[in-house]
């Protein structure tokens, strides 16, 4: 994918001011394997015309270092702003009501990778991750969805609080998580969506 050519400029765009910490978004280190969800608006990403998403930085407050492997980051796109309920771990509401949720173009852009946190101070430390396809992001076509799958399989416990994200909350349900022991939650289970965090982030955006 030659994008390198028609880039002209490179900017982070920032989503998220708020300090709550969530222990299961982007993913949950505690458990072996887990679907994780949130949506982020057009008018969040503030740009008006369609762009490059070349990686995402999630800021992670954690008192230890941890290492999870065989992850997968996939973007796409989203008619709502809030999950309904009955979206499964495919990202569709099913049944499909009327005006319900909806996803599109869902895009691998990082597989098989490495997500390693290490130890932050009480404000968090912003973890990097680059992109092996960056994501072209047309704000006419909907609301972003930033899908994460864990499939590392691998306990890890201990007395210590887990990772967390830090988070704002409006109000709306922006998140999603389906997490489980032992393997992998069905793709047709309906997960639970949540009102009460959604990961700060930062966009890597070329454009």
Known sequence: ???NQSIKSKFDRTIGTGTTTVAYQPMY???DYGYFGNI??????SVGLPVWITGIRIRMLSNGSYSSDRQTLKLGYCNKEEFDINVRNTFQQVPLTTGGFTSTGITNVKNNFNWAIVSSDENGRWIEINFDTPFN????LGNLIVI???RDGTYIGGTASAPA???STNGTFNSYYDYADGSMPSSDNA???ASNGRPNIQL????
Request: net charge negative; aromatic share 18%; proline share 7%.
């Open 1 to 3: 994918m030659l994008i």
């Open 29 to 31: 280190v505690y458990y």
């Open 40 to 45: 982020y608006t057009p008018t969040e990403l």
């Open 137 to 140: 992001y047309d704000p006419t």
């Open 148 to 150: 994460w799958e864990n």
């Open 165 to 167: 994200s830090v988070c």
């Open 191 to 193: 997960g639970t969506r």
């Open 204 to 207: 890597l955006i070329s454009v």
